[in-house]
């Protein structure tokens, strides 16, 4: 079964500073997706960024960018630039290609933006 | 174009009521996932379908739980006798082909007294 860890249960950073988020993942195939996903306090969760494991160069968003180590088994996320709006949960997610390619989230990371 | 749409938002009920979930994918998404979130936690699998087929079904998803997907549409979800232990955000999410993106709901946040 795949597995996905985020170890680090808050985080804080100043606002215009660059933070990463740390999310590790398990699992013995080789093609799949990663996700970041964003859930502010609203609660409506919302795409930030995306991965193909078969693609060796790191997604960007804008401000968002990702560090994705296959081999590690390793994706954070760099959130560069801080804004208020950026304060909400993270949570990192996997999902395998194929038919179902249902999601395995992490328990996600709490962010803090300090003005 | 309108993302997903679920409905009630919120929804009250007290231990051994039965409460139905709706939600409403975007119109050219054919396969749909339901979620369940407990405070703190990252959401959980329950169930998915494509088109109006369900295909797989999480332990998680008891013998309490239903869901229906008629005309390959919207899609219900039926808890039937509640449990305080079912108090939890009920998240939908779409999408359109195998590897495209989930786009998730607002999510139906129910409350078991």
């Known amino acids: 079964a795949q597995t996905v860890t985020q170890s680090q249960p808050e985080m804080s950073v100043q606002e215009a500073e660059t933070v990463t988020l740390s999310c590790t993942y398990d699992?013995?195939?080789?093609?799949?997706?990663l996700f970041w996903y964003k859930q502010p306090p609203s609660r409506q969760m919302i795409l930030v960024i995306r991965?193909?494991?078969?693609?060796?160069q790191n997604a960007t968003e804008n401000r968002f960018s990702v560090n994705f180590q296959k081999a590690a088994k390793s994706f954070s996320l760099k959130i560069s630039d801080s804004q208020l709006g950026d304060a909400a949960m993270y949570f990192c997610?996997?999902?395998?290609?194929?038919?179902?390619?249902?999601?395995?989230f992490g328990k996600g990371i709490t962010l803090s933006v300090r003005p | 174009d309108t993302g997903v749409s679920q409905d009630p938002r919120h929804k009250i009920t007290k231990r051994g009521q039965n409460v139905t979930f709706r939600c409403d994918p975007i119109?050219?998404?054919?396969?749909l996932y339901w979620y369940r979130q407990t405070l703190g936690q990252g959401p959980e699998f329950l169930t998915y379908?494509?088109?109006?087929?369900?295909?797989?079904k999480s332990r998680l998803l008891s013998d309490r739980f239903s869901a229906e997907r008629p005309k390959g549409s919207f899609s219900t979800l039926e808890i039937q006798r509640t449990e305080q232990g079912d108090s939890a955000m009920y998240l939908c999410?779409?999408?359109?082909?195998?590897?495209?993106?989930?786009?998730f709901g607002p999510g139906t946040r129910l409350t078991v007294l």
């Open positions: 999410a779409s999408k359109a082909g195998t590897r495209d993106t989930q786009y």
């Open positions: 699992t013995s195939e080789s093609d799949y997706y």
């Open positions: 991965q193909e494991a078969y693609k060796q």
């Open positions: 997610a996997y999902a395998l290609t194929g038919a179902n390619s249902k999601l395995t």
């Open positions: 119109s050219e998404h054919n396969r």
């Open positions: 379908f494509q088109n109006e087929a369900q295909l797989e």
